[in-house]
């Protein structure tokens, strides 16, 4: 059997399927770590963390904000089934730069009430959006 040349990748949300495209090269946010993979893979499936994913076709990169879901990596294709994941070109710079004030002012300010684990992956997810978005305007 042959190795194949390119990879399906599949990105899909609860809301939405996103991406449906033959690419060359995948980097995502995987539970231990970041995860490379390119065709011919061997076959996993892994939980994704909160994270800047990445895709190239030819030359070109192409960067989304992942937060949470899981992935399955097979020699010819990948299927990221995602909690929540957005194109940096679609990303709203002002409304993730006011969820990073939300987030900082919240951990700022400790309570008995807070849950600190949910401020952080609020404040994770914010940050990794405008880093995201910051790629659509530098073009990578």
Same mark, same amino acid.
């Given at each position: 059997? =042959?190795?194949?040349?390119?990879?399906?990748? @599949?990105?899909?949300?609860?809301? +939405?399927?996103?991406?449906?495209?033959?690419?060359?090269?995948?980097?995502? %946010?995987?539970? @231990?770590?970041?995860?490379? $993979?390119?065709?011919?893979?061997?076959?996993?499936?892994?939980?994704?963390? $909160?994270? @800047?994913?990445?895709?190239?076709?030819?030359?070109?990169?192409? *960067?989304?904000?992942?937060?949470?879901? *899981? $992935?399955?990596?097979?020699?010819?294709?990948?299927?990221?089934?995602?909690?929540?994941?957005? #194109?940096?070109?679609?990303?709203?710079?002002?409304? =993730?730069?006011?969820?990073?004030? /939300?987030?900082?002012? /919240?951990?700022?300010? %400790? !309570?008995?009430?807070?849950? *600190? @684990?949910?401020? #952080?992956?609020?404040?994770?997810?914010?940050?990794?959006?405008?880093?995201?978005? !910051? +790629?659509?305007?530098?073009? $990578?």
């Amino acid at each position: 059997m =042959a190795i194949p040349t390119k990879i399906l990748l @599949e990105i899909v949300t609860p809301d +939405r399927a996103l991406i449906r495209e033959e690419v060359d090269e995948i980097q995502l %946010p995987g539970s @231990e770590g970041y995860l490379g $993979v390119l065709p011919g893979h061997t076959p996993l499936l892994t939980t994704l963390m $909160v994270g @800047e994913l990445w895709y190239r076709v030819g030359a070109e990169k192409h *960067f989304l904000s992942i937060a949470g879901g *899981f $992935v399955e990596v097979l020699p010819d294709r990948v299927t990221v089934l995602a909690d929540l994941a957005e #194109r940096a070109q679609d990303i709203d710079i002002a409304r =993730a730069e006011a969820a990073k004030r /939300r987030a900082e002012e /919240r951990l700022a300010k %400790p !309570s008995s009430d807070l849950d *600190f @684990e949910r401020a #952080r992956i609020a404040m994770m997810k914010s940050l990794i959006r405008l880093q995201v978005a !910051s +790629r659509a305007r530098t073009r $990578v």
